[in-house]
């Protein structure tokens, strides 16, 4: 088992790409924070683990709220004793044209994915400073490396999760911390179907196109990053041995983006 009996908090973990990664954690040995705004929908994944006979709990977090994050990390800690690893992927989607972005919606954008990630890993830092080690994994998109229209706020905030990540490369080694970026390119989760209609709308085209000449077309064969590609990666992530690949962010898109 990879991760046997490692503390894991995964945000957002409740569907989508979170409760992928959440389960291949489990799988693999680890204990399973299911953190999610929705406590319901957490809990209803932790029970779908459990009935696995593996060890999951739910925890409810709202990102974007300090005290939140830190009464959610205090429960984890409470009943498991640490957290060896932390997956921040919360993360929702609002599409507009620049000029007609509203700044409300700006800054619930960087809310969630700037604020989301500052606030766990402080929260979880002292805990892995603590321990002697541990990782820090933030969900950063294609769009941590390229721009697309439409969507302001989002390449903003996943280009900043880049950041983020090296500042805590180079201050948690010290203390055996990692820290790295997944970077999907389009998962077929409700957050994109949600944007399969928005961006039809807003760039005049169909659906079919949105999906073929806009979210697949530069991929080498028109397939969909699936969330278990994800969640292969961010086990390689939590797993690694030394610090040989910590600051650095993996692309997984089908070749829509190469470096």
Not at 47 to 52: K, P
Not at 198 to 214: F, H, M, T
Request: aromatic content about 6%.
């Amino acid at each position: 088992m990879k991760l046997d009996n490692k503390i894991c908090i995964v945000t957002g973990a409740a569907s989508g790409i979170g409760r992928e990664i959440a389960a291949r954690y489990a799988r693999e040995g680890g204990r399973v924070a299911i953190a999610d705004l929705n406590l319901a929908a957490a809990q209803a994944t932790a029970d779908d683990l459990r009935r696995e006979g593996l060890q999951a709990m739910a925890v409810a977090m709202d990102v974007t709220d300090e005290a939140a994050v830190e009464r959610g990390v205090a429960d984890v800690v409470a009943a498991w004793g640490g957290v060896d690893v932390l997956v921040s992927n919360a993360g929702v989607q609002i599409v507009h044209p620049l000029e007609e972005f509203p700044y409300a919606e700006w800054k619930k954008m960087l809310a969630i994915h700037l604020d989301g990630a500052f606030l766990t890993t402080k929260a979880c830092l002292p805990h892995m400073y603590r321990a002697g080690g541990g990782s820090v994994i933030y969900m950063g998109s294609v769009h941590s490396k390229l721009a697309s229209v439409l969507k302001a706020p989002y390449v903003t905030a996943k280009h900043g999760l880049i950041g983020l990540a090296k500042v805590i490369a180079k201050e948690g080694a010290a203390h055996g911390v990692r820290a790295n970026v997944i970077c999907p390119g389009f998962v077929r989760t409700p957050l994109v179907d949600k944007q399969i209609p928005e961006q039809a709308e807003k760039l005049g085209i169909s659906e079919d196109d949105v999906i073929k000449k806009v979210m697949l077309k530069d991929t080498v064969d028109g397939e969909f990053t699936t969330t278990a590609d994800v969640a292969e990666v961010a086990l390689l992530f939590a797993t690694f041995p030394s610090n040989a690949l910590t600051g650095q962010s993996l692309v997984v898109s089908h070749g829509w983006y190469m470096q």
